[in-house]
Nanobody, 120 residues
Framework: VQLVESGGGLVQAGGSLRLSCAAS???????MGWFRQAPRKDREFVAA???????YYADSVKGRFTISRDNDKNTVYLQMNSLKPEDTAVYYC????????????????WGQGTQGTVSS
């Protein structure tokens, strides 16, 4: 599937952003994940939703971010609340059919990324 992210932008600390990831095909049998990459840092796992509906989060975002999926619309969302300057990064949507959750190497479809910037 091809993935297209949207919803990034500039927000003040404490604010919210909602990212969307639209897929070109059906995502019902995919694990859908969000990763992010800050300048001079490696790409890191943020959140994922398994085809079973189970959700997974990085410790750094747990309690602040919520991932959800709408299989009928072939879209995945990432609601980001209580944003901090350290959340500033390019956010990538990814998909895999292997059932993997945390490792970016196990995802075989990626979007182009959307910038999220949090000012202090």
């Amino acid at each position: 599937v091809q993935l297209v992210e949207s919803g990034g932008g500039l927000v003040q600390a404490g604010g919210s952003l909602r990212l969307s990831c639209a897929a070109s095909g059906r995502i019902r049998s995919y694990v859908m994940g969000w990763f992010r990459q800050a300048p001079r840092k490696d790409r890191e796992f943020v959140a994922a939703v398994h085809w079973s509906g189970s959700t997974y989060y990085a410790d750094s975002v747990k309690g602040r971010f919520t991932i959800s999926r709408d299989n009928d619309k072939n879209t995945v969302y990432l609601q980001m609340n209580s944003l901090k300057p350290e959340d500033t990064a390019v956010y990538y949507c990814a998909a895999n059919q292997y059932g993997s959750v945390y490792s970016p190497n196990e995802y075989n479809s990626w979007g182009q990324g959307t910038q999220g910037t949090v000012s202090s």
